[in-house]
C-alpha cells in the first residue's frame, strides 16, 4: 500500500531521516508561528471602525479650493456642532398644543452631553403645516453615530402624540453612513468566505482541502487587519469604510487565487515526486515568479493611487498594498507548510497518486483532469485567427457604451440602496419647507479690506439670492461687527438651487469667476456645490494621472517576467480593451436596466486599476505557464499546453475573485455595489474571453514573436505541423496534465 506524503515525508528514504524529517519541522513550526501569531491579531479587525474617517474630510479632494476654503472656514466662530435635523410630521395641520409639546421635547434635549449649544425650533413648517422641526447641534467631538442613535432613542422614548419623528440633517446621514458600513466587520466577510468555500468545494471536492485556504486567507486578514489598525491609529493612513471593505475582499480574493494556483502545481508535482516536501517545494518554484509578479503588479498598481488628489482615492492605496503583501506572504508560507504536513491525505478523499500507481477514478474527477480545456485549446489552435477576431469584436461592441458611462456623482440621499431615516426625514423636511430647506450656502473667504466688492460681486451671480458676511452676535436690532480672522473675512452667499444639483454646481463655477475679477480679494469659494464641483473636476485629473501611470508600472513589471516587450503589450491591449467593454456594459445596466443614479466619480478610476492589475494576472499566470512550456515544447504547442494545463485553476481563481467582489453588493451603498458589478463582471471577462480566447489567440497568430527580442520562441525549432500540435491537444484533452 502507499504510504501517505506526509508519513513519507516524515519518514524518508534510509540514510536520509535527518534531511527529510527537517522540512515536517520547519513546517510544523511555520504553521504555528501563523496561527499563534496572526490568530490572535484578527481580534483587531472589529477594531478598524475606531479608527476609520468617515466625515467628509476623508473623501474631499487635497488642496482644492473647496478644501482650503473649507479649512479657513473653520476658523470662524459659526458654531462647531453638526447640525442634527429632527422633523416631525402629522396627517393633521400642527395646533398650539403640538408646538408646545415639541418645544419641551427640545428643552429635554438641551441637557444632553453630546448637544453644543441650543436646541433650535419648533419651527412651523412654511409649505405643509403638518411638519415641524427641531435643530439639535451635536458636538464636533462627539461621536456622531453614537449620538444620533441616543438622539432616536431619547425621541422614541418621550413620543409626541399623533407626531413621527425622523433625524436627518448633516448629522443624521453621517450616522446612518456609518451604520452602513458597519456590516462590513460581519455581513460582507461572512459572505465573502462562504462564497469562496462554496466555490473550493466544488473545485476540490474535498473536505479539508478548502478549509486550509480559508484558514490562510483568515490569517492573511487578520495579519494585514492588525497593519492597517496600526498604521491608520498612527495617522500613518487614512482608513474609512469603503477602503476596509475592499481590503476584506482584495485579501480574501486574492490569498485564495494564490492558494489555487499553488494547490494545482502541487497537485501536478505530487504525480511525478515522492514524498510530500519535494512536491510542495516544487510547486512552491513553480509559482513563485508569477504570483510574486501578480502580486507586484497590484501592489505597484495600488500604490500609484497616491498620485490622486482626492483623499479617498489617495488613502486606498496602502491599505490595499498591505493587505496584498500579506495574502501573498499566508500564500507562500502559511499555506505549503500546511501542504506538507498534511501531505497527499489533504486532497481526501480523492487522493492524487505518483505516476504509476493505481489511480481509478478518481484522477479524471479532481482539477488535475483537463479534458474541457484541452477542448478549448485544440478549438484555438485549428482557428486562431477566429478566436481573436471574434472575441475583439465582441469587446468593441461593448466597448462602444463606454463614453455614456455617467460617472457624475450622485446626492447623498441616493448613495443608500435601502430606505434610511436620514432620506425618508429629509424628503419630509423638502415636504414641509421646500426644497430650498436642503439648500447650504457657499462659504467665499477673502481679504477683508474687499469684503463689500466680494458681497457685491457674489450677489451679482445669477443663481445667487444674497450674500453677507458672517458676523459677531449685535444687539438687539442692531447687526454686530464682521468677523475678522488673520485678515480674512467669511461671506455666506445663498443660492437659489439645492446644493448638490447640476443648477448650484453651475452657479459656484460662475461665483468664482466673478470673484476672481475683484483684485486683491483673494476669494476661495467652499461649500457644498463647491465640493462637488471639485470633486468632479478632481476625479477626471486622478483619472488622467493615475491610469497611464498604472499601465506604465505594470508593463515595467511583465518585462522582466515575460523576458518579451511584445507579449507585455499585448497583455496591456487585451486588458485595457476588457476594461472598456466593461465600462460599456456598465453604462448599459446601470441606466437601462437597473435605473441607477450616476455613480461616484471616481468609480471608473477604481474599476480600471482592480482590473488591469487583478486582470493582468490571469495572464500573467497563463503567459508566465507558456513561456515555461515554450523553452521545452516550442512556442505553438507551448501557447496551447498551458492553456489547457492551467485553465481550470485560473477558471477557478476567476470565479472565486468574482464572487469575493460580488459580495460588496451587501453593503447598502451605491458605490460600493456599483463597483462590485463592474469588477466582478470584469474579472469574469478577463477570465473567460481575454485569458481563454484571445491572449492565446494573439499569441498564436503572432508566433514566436510574441516573445521578441527574447528567446523563449526559438528555444525549440518549430517544425512540427499545426495540424500535429492540434493532435497533441486534442489527446491532452482526453488525458491528464502534460
Known amino acids: 500500500m502507499p504510504e501517505v506524503g506526509a508519513v513519507r515525508a516524515w519518514r524518508g528514504a534510509p540514510g536520509t531521516g535527518r534531511r527529510r524529517r527537517l522540512p515536517g519541522a520547519v513546517a510544523a513550526v511555520t504553521v504555528l508561528a501563523w496561527i499563534l501569531g496572526a490568530g490572535p491579531l484578527g481580534s483587531l479587525l472589529g477594531a478598524l471602525g475606531d479608527v476609520q474617517t468617515n466625515d467628509q474630510s476623508a473623501f474631499l479632494p487635497i488642496g482644492a479650493e473647496s478644501t482650503r476654503a473649507g479649512e479657513l472656514a473653520e476658523g470662524f466662530d459659526r458654531g462647531d456642532g453638526v447640525p442634527a435635523i429632527v422633523v416631525y410630521s402629522g ?126 486567507a483568515l490569517l492573511a486578514l487578520a495579519l494585514s487587519g492588525a497593519l492597517v489598525y496600526a498604521a491608520a491609529d498612527a495617522d500613518l493612513i487614512t482608513l474609512n469604510g469603503q477602503s476596509q471593505g475592499i481590503l476584506f475582499i482584495l485579501v480574501v480574493g486574492a490569498c485564495t487565487d494564490y492558494a489555487l494556483l499553488l494547490v494545482a502545481r502541487h497537485r501536478e508535482e505530487l504525480a511525478v515526486r515522492d514524498t510530500a516536501a519535494e512536491a510542495v517545494g516544487a510547486a512552491v518554484r513553480g509559482v513563485l515568479g508569477p504570483i510574486l509578479a501578480s502580486a507586484g503588479t497590484v501592489v505597484l498598481g495600488v500604490l500609484c493611487l497616491l498620485a490622486a488628489d482626492l483623499a479617498s482615492t489617495r488613502g486606498l492605496g496602502p491599505v490595499v498594498a498591505v493587505g496584498i503583501g500579506a495574502a501573498v506572504l499566508s500564500a507562500l508560507t502559511f499555506l505549503p507548510a500546511a501542504l506538507l504536513l498534511l501531505g497527499r491525505a489533504a486532497f481526501w478523499p480523492l487522493t492524487p497518486h505518483r505516476r504509476g500507481e493505481p489511480t481509478g477514478p478518481e484522477a479524471d474527477a479532481t482539477p488535475g483532469g483537463h479534458r474541457l480545456w484541452g477542448a478549448v485549446a485544440a478549438s484555438v489552435g485549428r482557428r486562431p485567427r477566429a478566436s481573436w477576431v471574434g472575441t475583439a469584436v465582441l469587446l468593441l461592441a461593448a466597448a462602444v457604451f463606454a463614453p455614456r458611462f455617467d460617472a457624475e456623482g450622485s446626492s447623498q440621499a441616493e448613495i443608500f440602496r435601502t430606505e434610511v431615516e436620514a432620506v425618508d426625514g429629509q424628503q419630509t423636511l423638502s415636504r414641509g419647507f421646500g426644497t430650498g430647506s436642503t439648500a447650504a450656502p457657499a462659504l467665499v473667504v477673502a481679504d477683508a479690506d474687499h469684503a463689500d466688492a466680494v458681497v457685491a460681486a457674489a450677489e451679482g451671480v445669477r443663481g445667487v439670492t444674497g450674500a453677507d458676511v458672517v458676523a459677531e452676535p449685535g444687539p438687539p436690532g442692531r447687526e454686530g461687527a464682521p468677523i475678522v480672522e488673520d485678515g480674512r473675512v467669511l461671506v455666506e452667499a445663498v443660492l ?106 471616481v468609480v471608473p478610476l477604481f474599476a480600471f486599476v482592480f482590473l488591469v492589475a487583478l486582470g493582468i494576472d490571469y495572464s500573467i499566470f497563463l503567459m508566465s505557464r507558456a513561456r515555461e512550456e515554450t523553452l521545452a515544447h516550442g512556442h505553438r504547442s507551448g501557447v496551447l499546453r498551458a492553456l489547457t494545463v492551467t485553465g481550470g485553476v485560473i477558471t477557478s481563481a476567476g470565479v472565486v475573485l468574482a464572487a469575493t467582489f460580488a459580495a460588496l453588493a451587501v453593503i447598502p451603498l451605491l458605490f460600493l455595489f456599483q463597483l462590485a458589478f463592474l469588477v466582478a463582471f470584469g474579472v469574469l471577462v478577463d477570465t473567460l474571453l481575454v485569458r481563454s480566447l484571445l491572449v492565446p ?31 497533441r491537444v486534442e489527446h491532452t484533452a482526453g488525458a491528464d496534465a502534460p
Do not use: C, K
Open 91 to 216: 396627517e393633521d395641520e400642527l395646533d398650539g398644543a403640538d408646538l408646545a409639546a415639541l418645544s419641551a421635547v427640545a428643552e429635554g434635549l438641551a441637557d444632553r452631553p453630546w448637544v453644543d449649544g441650543s436646541v433650535v425650533g419648533p419651527l412651523p413648517g412654511t409649505e405643509d403645516a403638518s411638519v415641524a422641526q427641531l435643530i439639535v447641534p451635536i458636538d464636533a467631538g462627539a461621536d456622531t453615530g453614537r449620538a444620533v442613535g441616543e438622539l432616536r432613542d431619547a425621541l422614541a422614548q418621550d413620543p409626541v402624540a399623533g407626531l413621527q419623528p425622523q433625524v436627518t440633517g448633516p448629522a443624521g446621514f453621517a450616522a446612518d453612513l456609518g451604520a452602513a458600513f458597519g456590516g462590513i466587520d460581519t455581513t460582507l466577510l461572512l459572505v465573502a468566505l462562504a462564497a469562496v468555500l462554496v466555490i473550493l468545494v466544488a473545485v476540490y471536492r474535498s473536505p479539508l482541502l478548502p478549509l486550509v485556504v480559508i484558514v490562510a
Open 496 to 601: 437659489a438651487a439645492p446644493p448638490e444639483s447640476a443648477e448650484a454646481v453651475d452657479t459656484v463655477r460662475e461665483l468664482r469667476d466673478s470673484l476672481a475679477e475683484v483684485e486683491g480679494a483673494d476669494a476661495l469659494v467652499g461649500g457644498v456645490a463647491a465640493t462637488t464641483l471639485d470633486t468632479r473636476e478632481t476625479a477626471r485629473r486622478d483619472f488622467t494621472v493615475v491610469v497611464p501611470l498604472v499601465l506604465a508600472v505594470v508593463f515595467l513589471v511583465l518585462i522582466p517576467l515575460l523576458r518579451s516587450l511584445v507579449a507585455p503589450l499585448l497583455l496591456m491591449a487585451a486588458n485595457v480593451l476588457s476594461f472598456a467593454a466593461v465600462l460599456g456594459v456598465g453604462a448599459l445596466v446601470f441606466d437601462h436596466v437597473l435605473d441607477l443614479p450616476p455613480a461616484d466619480p
Open 697 to 727: 489567440a494573439l499569441s498564436l497568430e503572432l508566433g514566436a514573436r510574441t516573445w521578441w527580442p527574447g528567446r523563449a520562441g526559438r528555444a525549440v525549432p518549430e517544425g512540427r505541423g499545426r495540424s500535429t500540435d492540434v493532435e
